[in-house]
C-alpha cells in the first residue's frame, strides 16, 4: 500500500463532517496519510499509528520532536484494552470519563501493532476515547487507532477550528474534517496510572474530578526533565509575541488579554467563567497573533478547577523558547 505522506506540496482538501467526508477523510488514513479532525477537545492530527510512514507524517507536517510521544485515539474502551493493560485505577477512571477529554498511559500490550514512534520508544502508551461525533464517526470509519496531536506546528498555538488547521497546516497535510469550533477547547487531562495516578498533565477535566472518582488525591508531578507523555515540553502552546502573566493592567506596547474583573483588549470571560475562558483561550491567542501583537499581557486567572489547565498552557506560552 502506497503512503500519502507526500503532502507537502499537495493541496489540503477541507471535507463536510458527513458521512461522505468521513469516508474520505478515512481513505486517506487508510493510505498512510493525514487528516486533521476535530475533538472536543481542539482539532487532532490523525495517521494510523500502527504505521511508522504515516506517524512520521505527523512529526513532518508539526515539526514536533520525535522524543514526544503521540496520544492514540481509539473508538471505545474495548478497542483501548486491545492496545494497554488496564489497572484498576484506570477502569474506574475510564468507565467515569470516557468518552471525554481524559488521556490515560497504561502499559503498552506486546502484540498491539502500535508504531514505536507513537510511543517514542517508551513501553507505556497515551490513550483515550475522545467525545466528539465527528471524532467518533472518523474512528468508525477508519476502524482503527488514530494517533492524533494537536494540528499546529509544534510548540504553536493548538487549533479550535478548522480555519486555525488551515492556517498553519495547509499543503502539509491530506484534509481537514470541518466539524466546527471544538467545545472545551483545552487538551485532554494526562493521568499515568501504571501505578499510583500521577497527573502528568491539566486538562479538560478537572483534577478535582478525578480524585474524587478515585476517593484519593492524584500525585501532582511537574518540571521533570524526562518526557513520557504528550504536552510536556516546557515552551509549548506560544503564540508569536511574548507573553506576560497575572497581569492587571498592559504596559506600553502590550495587548491585555483580560479575564474576569480585569477588562482586556480581548478577554478570556468578561464573567470570569472558567469554562468560557477555556474553550476561547487558544482562539484568542490566534486572535493576538492576527492582530500582530509583539507583547501580550494575560490578567490572572485562578488556579483551581479548569483553571489549573489554563494556567497550565499559559505558562507554557510565556516560557523561553529555544
Request: aromatic share 4%; charged share 15%; net charge negative.
Amino acid at each position: 500500500m502506497q503512503s500519502r505522506n507526500d503532502n507537502a506540496t499537495s493541496e489540503t482538501i477541507v471535507f463536510d463532517s458527513d458521512d461522505a467526508g468521513l469516508a474520505k477523510a478515512a481513505d486517506i488514513l487508510a493510505h498512510g496519510g493525514l487528516v486533521a479532525f476535530p475533538t472536543e477537545t481542539v482539532y487532532g492530527l490523525g495517521a494510523d499509528a500502527r504505521r511508522s510512514d504515516a506517524v512520521t507524517g505527523i512529526y513532518t507536517a508539526k515539526g514536533r520532536p520525535s522524543f514526544n510521544p503521540l496520544i492514540v485515539h481509539v473508538a471505545d474502551l474495548a478497542a483501548a484494552e486491545e492496545l494497554v493493560t488496564f489497572t484498576p485505577q484506570a477502569y474506574c477512571l475510564a468507565q467515569a470519563f470516557w468518552p471525554g477529554a481524559l488521556t490515560l498511559v497504561l502499559p503498552l500490550r506486546a502484540n498491539a501493532g502500535i508504531s514505536s514512534l507513537v510511543t517514542a520508544g517508551l513501553t507505556t502508551l497515551a490513550v483515550r476515547v475522545p467525545d466528539h461525533p465527528v471524532a467518533q464517526g472518523l474512528l468508525r470509519a477508519f476502524g482503527g487507532p488514530v494517533a492524533a496531536p494537536s494540528a499546529n506546528p509544534s510548540g504553536r498555538i493548538s487549533p479550535t477550528t478548522a480555519a486555525h488547521v488551515v492556517a498553519s497546516l495547509a499543503g502539509r497535510i491530506g484534509g481537514v474534517v470541518d466539524g466546527g469550533a471544538c467545545g472545551v477547547g483545552l487538551e485532554s487531562t494526562i493521568v499515568d496510572v501504571t501505578g499510583d495516578p500521577i497527573l502528568l498533565r491539566a486538562g479538560g477535566v478537572a483534577a478535582e474530578a478525578l480524585e474524587t472518582t478515585l476517593a484519593h488525591p492524584l500525585i501532582r508531578q511537574s518540571g521533570v526533565a524526562t518526557i513520557t507523555a504528550p504536552g510536556m515540553l516546557a515552551s509549548h502552546y506560544a503564540p508569536q509575541g511574548t507573553v506576560r502573566l497575572n497581569a492587571t493592567q498592559a504596559r506600553a506596547g502590550e495587548v491585555l488579554l483580560g479575564f474576569g474583573s480585569v477588562t482586556g483588549d480581548l478577554t478570556l470571560s468578561a464573567s470570569g467563567d472558567l469554562a468560557e475562558a477555556a474553550a476561547n483561550l487558544f482562539d484568542r491567542l490566534h486572535q493576538l497573533d492576527a492582530m500582530g501583537a509583539v507583547a501580550i499581557a494575560v490578567a490572572p486567572v485562578p488556579e483551581h478547577g479548569l483553571g489549573a489547565a489554563i494556567n497550565d498552557r499559559l505558562r507554557r506560552a510565556a516560557a523561553p523558547r529555544h
